[in-house]
């Protein structure tokens, strides 16, 4: 077996390729195209198995090499810096570093999203950078009018210039307002893209049954966990989901790391937002929030009610279930039985029938 370490960049890639013993075999920088890296690895005879370390340009190298019989592994940043520091960093000792690990099976490999999903996943990533620099237009406009104490929801739900601004501000607000423009039909073009595929989708629709889950944050999560079956037990997708803390533990001090990064961000965003809406919106819920609420803070209590949303997750993606209740009692807040939520894929609900708790 050759192992081949691909220290991957923009317009080039450095490849060092070992044998079972460990010997250099070859090395070389090649073009990132197609026709130079299939001509690397078909110069050396025998099988091969790849890694390369976690970025944003693995795709299309992926599904070159799988679909030459070529395995690759994608290589979890954070482990290969713990286990591989070097005081000398090159793209030479990178590439042999990620091919003896590999030999070694030492890589801990990172996740690699299904090919039917990624397309789907990366649209929706794109909608929440939308949404954020939408954001930041409307607080440009809040800005804008306290300096001139206007009043601001008038300002911004009228979509108004007011004329005792100085014109060099009124032009900010028009411009604000077309980027704003913009941006609202852009979102809704990309989540328009997705319902033909996604709408009918069983485990969409199950996720839309609980509480404070709507399209978006079901989209987010379906897409972004790309399979319960990833996750052996509930703790797992609650330490991917970033719903409990880290800990930082030294002899007798016992310490819990709030704000770790470890995990999928975009989960945490997500299930973070279901649980304020389900605190507002469903009576049980708040009640044991403020439970929550009288012996932690704010932040705290929020995290747990996500926990908890989580935890229903799992176990309705697992078990192919219909969402039951919260903490094993119904809730008395019933969603609403109209579009997109069609007929129970498990027990056949009808349209005008009474849904689950």
Not at 49 to 55: N, P, Q, S
Not at 259 to 264: A, E, L, Q, R, W
Not at 286 to 298: E, T
Request: glycine share 4%; net charge positive.
């Amino acid at each position: 077996m050759n192992y081949s370490g691909i220290d991957l960049h923009k317009d080039n890639s450095f490849i060092t390729t070992i044998n079972d013993a460990g010997q250099l075999i070859r090395q070389s920088r090649v073009r990132n195209n197609e026709v130079a890296i299939m001509q690397y690895f078909q110069s050396i005879d025998g099988p091969h198995r790849t890694v390369v370390e976690a970025t944003s340009g693995w795709y299309w190298l992926n599904d070159l090499l799988e679909a030459n019989g070529i395995e690759m592994v994608l290589a979890h940043a954070k482990y290969i810096k713990a286990i591989a520091y070097a005081k000398v960093k090159t793209d030479k000792v990178d590439s042999q570093t990620l091919a003896t690990l590999l030999r070694m099976n030492l890589v801990t490999p990172a996740h690699k999203i299904s090919q039917e999903l990624r397309g789907m996943r990366d649209v929706m990533r794109t909608r929440l950078r939308f949404v954020q620099k939408r954001t930041a237009c409307y607080n440009g406009v809040h800005r804008i009018a306290e300096k001139f104490n206007c009043d601001t929801e008038i300002v911004v739900s009228e979509r108004t210039t007011p004329n005792q601004l100085p014109e060099y501000y009124r032009l900010q607000l028009r411009l604000l307002y077309q980027q704003i423009d913009m941006l609202d039909q852009q979102i809704m073009e990309l989540e328009k893209s997705l319902r033909n595929q996604l709408i009918p989708n069983e485990d969409i629709q199950r996720l839309l049954w609980i509480p404070a889950f709507g399209l978006i944050t079901a989209y987010t999560v379906y897409l972004e966990i790309d399979g319960i079956e990833r996750f052996s037990s509930e703790r797992r997708l609650f330490s991917y989901c970033r719903v409990v803390p880290g800990a930082s533990n030294s002899n007798r001090s016992l310490r819990h790391k709030s704000g770790n990064k470890d995990g999928n961000k975009y989960l945490k965003i997500a299930f973070t937002d279901a649980a304020v809406h389900a605190t507002r919106y469903y009576p049980e819920i708040r009640a044991y929030y403020q439970k929550i609420l009288r012996r932690s803070n704010q932040a705290i209590a929020r995290t747990v009610i996500a926990k908890e949303l989580c935890r229903i997750v799992f176990h309705i993606l697992t078990d192919k279930t219909e969402y039951k209740g919260f903490k094993g009692k119904p809730i008395s807040r019933q969603k609403a039985l109209n579009w997109p939520r069609l007929a129970s894929p498990v027990f056949g609900l009808a349209r005008n029938s009474k849904p689950l708790g």
